[in-house]
């Protein structure tokens, strides 16, 4: 449980940072930062993935959970790093705003999914 609680802590934070620079970008400034974004990005990526991988590893875990941090993960990685190339022009806000839901899905799924490992754990102890 210390794992995920940590990851998780983890997560939070490289996702706030990330945000927190995503709209710094998207004002249209600090285009220098770029590459910070993107390696919070896929630390975000990889924490979650951590994340699914050790809830599945533990007893009661779920291989769904696991996959979906994986499917959610690789959509994110796939979006931000092509997301620059797509419906170029006055439509480009979609892809903007697709990009940024699916990086508050990340922080959703992850604490989802440690919120339900914690209960598991609690029911497990008082049994
Ligand atoms: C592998 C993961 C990620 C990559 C490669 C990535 C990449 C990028 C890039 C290249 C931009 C600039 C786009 C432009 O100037 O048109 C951007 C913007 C942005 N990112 Fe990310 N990002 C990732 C994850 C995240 C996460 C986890 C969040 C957190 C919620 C986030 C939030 C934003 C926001 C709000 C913007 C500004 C709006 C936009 O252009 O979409 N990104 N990202």
Redesign the pocket.
């Known amino acids: 449980m210390k794992a995920l609680t940590i990851l998780v802590m983890i997560l939070r934070v ?2 706030l940072l ?2 927190i ?3 710094v ?2 004002t249209g400034n600090a ?1 220098n930062l ?1 590459p910070v ?2 390696i ?3 630390l ?2 990889l924490t979650l993935w951590a994340i699914g991988l050790v809830q599945g590893f533990q007893k009661g875990g779920s291989f769904p959970l696991a996959l979906a941090t994986f499917v959610v993960g690789l959509i ?2 796939i ?3 092509y ?2 190339q797509w419906l170029v022009g006055s439509a ?1 806000w979609v ?3 697709i ?2 839901l ?3 899905t ?2 959703g799924l992850g604490e989802m999914i440690v919120a339900r490992s914690k209960r598991r754990l609690k029911a497990t102890m008082t049994t």
Do not use: F, N, R, S
């Open positions: 490289v996702v990330a945000l620079l995503g709209i970008l998207w285009d770029k974004h993107m919070l990005g896929i975000t990526v994110v990685a979006v931000g790093l997301q620059e480009h892809i903007q705003v990009h940024l699916l990086g508050l990340v922080i």
